[in-house]
Each structure stands twice: as C-alpha cells, then as structure tokens.
C-alpha cells in the first residue's frame, strides 16, 4: 500500500490570467513577470513600451555602443536577474496587502512594485522550490506578435504601431529623422516607412496568400480572411497566424521589403517554427537564445519605439522556458482554447451555463459509451477517415497493393499522352523491388551493348518492351515464377475514365481545374509540385491497370 499524491508542475494560461495566478500585475511600467522590476520600459507614443534589448547581449558586442541606432543611449547594463522562489516568497511575506473582496480601494505602495496579491500557490510546501511555476502561452504570444507585426508592414489602419504619435515621439527623442513627419507643406504628412510595402507591393503580396493552397487538414482557408481591395486581413485565427508566420510570411515579403528588414522577420519566422517543434535540442535552444536577442535589437534599430509591446518583449523569455519544460505542445493553450471552445457551444441556456454543460457532458459520455457496443452503427470509434483510401489490398506486387479511391465526375474524351504513360509506367518499373533483378539483368545488357553516358538513357527507352517480352517467355513456358500481376505490370497501364481528383496514402489530391475552382478545397499547390504529383497519380494509375483505373486531371 502507498498514498498516491498529485503535484502541480506549473500553470499554463493567457498573459491577463498569468496576472492573476503569479500575484504580478501584467500591465504598466513593469509588466514583464520575469524581469520584474529591472525591465526597461517607457511612455512612448501614449502606451507603455518595452525596450533595452541589447542587455542580453555579449558585454563587448557593438550594438551596446551605438546611440543614435536605438533609443539614443548606450548599453553598459546586463542582463536582467532572475528572481527564485524563496526571494520571491520572502518578498510576498514582507508585504501587506489589502484584504480580499470589496473594500475602499487605495493606491498601491511602491514597496509592493506589480504585486497584486500573494497566490495561493505558495501554500504549497514546493512550490517556492520550482524553476518554472507559470508559463508564458506561445500560442497568444505568436498571435500578437504577428498582428503587430504584419499590421506594421502593411500598414493596416488600426494595427500599424506607425501611427502619427510614434513619429512625433521619434522627432522629440531625436532619432531616426528619416521616419520625421514630412512638413514640406502646410500640414504635417507621415510619409510611407521603408519598412512598409507599396499599396501595388500590399496587393500582390495579399494576392499571393489568397492562392495559397493547404494540405488537406493542415490549415484552414486563409484565402478567405484576405481582403485585397481592402489591403488587409480580417478574421484570422491563433492557428491561421501559426501558419502565416512560419510558412507564408519570410516567402511573400522576401522580395517585397528591403534586405535588412526581411532577416530579422526570416529569423523570427524560423525562431517560432523551432520552439514550436515537438522535438528540441538543447543546442537549438541556446541557438534561439542568441537569435531572438538579435532580432530584438534588430527590430529597435528599424521599427519605432510604440512597436515594442510586452509581448514582443517576453519572446526574449521563451527559450529559457523551453530549456527548462521542454516543447511546448504541452504548455501552450491550443488544447485549452479547444476545450474551451466545445464547452461553449454546449451552453444551450445562457442563465445557466454550468447546468447545460453538465448535461452536455453527461449525454457525450453516454453516447461514448453504447458506442464501444454498436457494430452495426457509424460511431466515434468505427468512423472511417477523413481521406480514407479503402486501405490496402490483398496483393502480391508493392505496385498493386496501394489502392485509391476516385470523386468527382469523370470527364468525357479527356486522357493522358502517350509520352505522360510512358513516363509513370516506367516510375512504376524502376520503384517495383519485386523486379529489380530484371532491372540488374537488363542494366548489365545495356552496359555491354552501349557506352557507358547513354545506359542510363536506353535502359529507360528498351527496358520495359525487354521486360515484356521476358513476361510473354514466362507465360508460354509455365514457369512457376509468372503470375497475372507480373503480366499486369508488364503490360503497362490502360486508358479509362479521368476523375477530377482522389485519395490515395491517405492524401486528396485535386486536378488543376478544382483547385482554382472559387469553391476551396484544400490540396497540395500544383504551381510548385506540377511535376511530382502527376508521376503519383500516373504511378496510381498504373498500379490499378487490372482493376477500376482512375485518372486524375493535372
């Protein structure tokens, strides 16, 4: 017998509710809950901002001289001390705060700095002895800072942190005079920014995210949050800025922005495409250590000082949280937000919103459970795929074995070319293990016959008439080693109907035509895999010879 106890490693939440759970108020000069009260902040442009990036650079690094780049002052600083949990517990214990509940409300001591309240976390007997008690959410932190990024170099009113008040500022900080007000004429005119695109620029990069098209399942329609004529994006989800950021982003401004503002934004894409992988190194991670700090500071030499947001600040906090809990598929919030979200729509009576999700709760896991006893009945644990190809059939040759499943109508007096059927049968033939030693055979055949630049290119020519011939010698001679497969695949592939698109490996794949179709249907771009997936589909093909042939139209 043992007693069985339950710990809390850590608390994963929102930046408004880190506030709540840690005791340290996310708002105002020292929002950061990780620097704390050594974070360099100040009143820019009306808001707080977040700077002095160059502190966690190398003591001897130049940037730390420069002046007249930043915000107008060296770096002769060092890197922020982090606090443990005995100095903060000490600290908390030290403090009066104001009794929970409604009161008369009074004016924070400064003693207090950001404290709110003392959590009750710390009357855990360990919890004071943790290296991470509350994480910051990736999810909402990638999410801000491509709004406030892609806001800034489009220049979308209402987003942008280039507004009037950022340039005022830098005119009365005196920096970056080339980001001054224009006051050539009788009113002051804020000129477009080298770091924001064109208005032909904006519409061609929209356009180009408007076509992009998604594996199925692995993004949502983005094309649909593109507003062209508008110049912006509306409606676009936490997960939608996941895939914009690390897919979309460094392709569609790398020939758009100048060279010295697309690195910086190539290495932050990158930056959130390696924290965000389900499998890290250590190594990585002192590399993202070095590469955001340098993006930080990057960015403070080309944007205005409004740009800098606590959430573009606490990017400097992710990898040292990733060194110490590891990915962050497990801390973040898309599976909370989830949940969250099923949980809503199962509030049928809004008065009482606990009842409705009890009684939801308690018809799923009913169903759930006569579900594991219904054969006969499509359930949650009998539900066929998504893409479900029909599996594999029950044949001897690899080539046979895959089977796709055709949709769409099929097309009238529509084929291949002979040249695009010679190719995939000969994709077939050289990808079948069970006939490589006919390849060896028909290789070393060419080798004596021809010179030794031109084997390659006549094994491909002759090889497949040789290893028909070899079939029919197998076929009029009995031999045990013949079957009707090895015919089949001898034979090469047959002309029939051509169907607009099909499953196959558990992938759809689309002809051109339903692509481009204005009804979306997600698919593997044909742009840049033309060639790929006409020898897949054509390999499909050849391998269904014998039985129902599909097509598809590329």
């Known amino acids: 017998m043992f007693t069985l106890r339950a710990a809390v490693m850590w608390t994963v939440n929102d930046f408004p509710a880190y506030a709540m759970v840690s005791g340290w108020s996310t708002k105002g000069y020292m929002a950061c809950p990780v620097c704390k009260e050594d ?39 060092l890197r922020p001390r982090e606090w443990s949990g005995d100095e903060i517990l000490e600290q908390l214990n030290r403090l009066d705060f104001a009794p929970f509940g409604k009161t008369v409300s009074r004016t924070r001591p400064s003693t207090h700095m950001n404290w709110t309240h003392k959590p009750m976390f710390f009357e855990l007997p360990y919890w004071s002895k943790l290296k991470l008690r509350h994480n910051l959410d990736v999810m909402h932190v990638e999410k801000n800072v491509f709004d406030t990024l892609v806001g800034t170099i489009l220049d979308i009113e209402g987003k942008t942190k ?30 477009l920014a080298f770091f924001s695109m064109k208005p032909n620029e904006k519409k061609e990069f929209l356009k180009f995210v408007s076509s992009v ?41 790398r ?40 993006v930080l500071c990057k960015f403070e030499m080309i944007f205005p000082l409004a740009f800098f947001t606590s959430m573009m600040h606490v990017m400097v906090h992710l990898p040292e949280e990733a060194l110490l809990a590891g990915p962050v598929n497990y801390r973040w919030m898309y599976p909370i937000e989830r949940l969250l979200g099923e949980l809503k729509k199962s509030v049928r009576n809004k008065a009482k919103p606990e009842g409705s999700i009890i009684e939801a709760w308690v018809q799923y896991e009913s169903l759930t459970f006569c579900g594991m ?64 030693a006919y390849l060896d055979e028909h290789e070393e055949m060419m080798k004596r016959e021809h010179p030794s630049h031109l084997v390659a290119q006549k094994q491909r020519e002759l090889f497949p008439q040789w290893f028909l011939d070899s079939v029919n010698k197998l076929k009029s001679s009995n031999s045990p080693t013949y079957s009707d497969e090895l015919y089949n695949l001898a034979f090469g592939p047959i002309r029939a109907e051509l169907f607009s698109g099909c499953y196959i490996n558990r992938v759809k794949f689309l002809g051109l035509h339903e692509m481009t179709s204005c009804v979306r249907k997600t698919a593997v771009s044909m742009s840049q895999v033309e060639a790929k997936v006409r020898t897949l589909i054509s390999m499909a093909n050849s391998q269904l010879s014998f039985n129902c042939f599909t097509k598809i139209d590329t």
Request: net charge positive; hydrophobic share 35%; charged share 30%.
């Open 213 to 253: 098209k998604f594996p199925d399942g692995y993004a949502s329609n983005i094309a649909r949050c593109v507003n062209v004529d508008g110049g912006k994006f509306t409606g676009l989800k936490s997960h939608d800025c996941h895939v914009f950021m690390q897919c979309l982003l460094p392709v569609g401004i």
């Open 39 to 77: 974070v360099t902040s100040g009143w820019h442009a009306g808001k707080v901002c977040y700077l002095g990036h160059r502190r966690w650079l190398p003591w001897d690094h130049e940037w730390r001289e420069k002046d007249k780049e930043f915000g107008g002052n060296t770096e002769r600083r």
């Open 255 to 294: 020939h758009l922005l100048p060279e010295d503002v697309v690195k910086p934004i190539m290495l932050l894409s990158r930056f959130f495409s390696q924290l965000t992988a389900k499998t890290l190194r250590k190594t990585d991670m002192f590399q993202l250590r070095h590469d955001i700090v340098q």
């Open 373 to 436: 006893y219904l054969k006969d009945v499509e359930t949650a644990f009998n539900r066929p795929q998504r893409n479900n190809d029909r599996g594999m059939r029950k044949e001897k040759l690899s080539v046979f074995a895959q089977s796709a499943r055709p949709f769409g109508d099929p097309g009238r007096g529509e084929s291949f070319s002979r040249n695009d059927m010679e190719v995939a049968h000969w994709f077939v033939l050289n990808n079948c293990d069970e006939i490589m």
């Open 162 to 191: 280039d507004t009037i008040k950022a340039r005022l500022d830098l005119e009365r900080i005196g920096i970056r005079r080339g980001l001054w007000m224009n006051r050539d004429s009788d009113k002051a005119r804020r000129d």
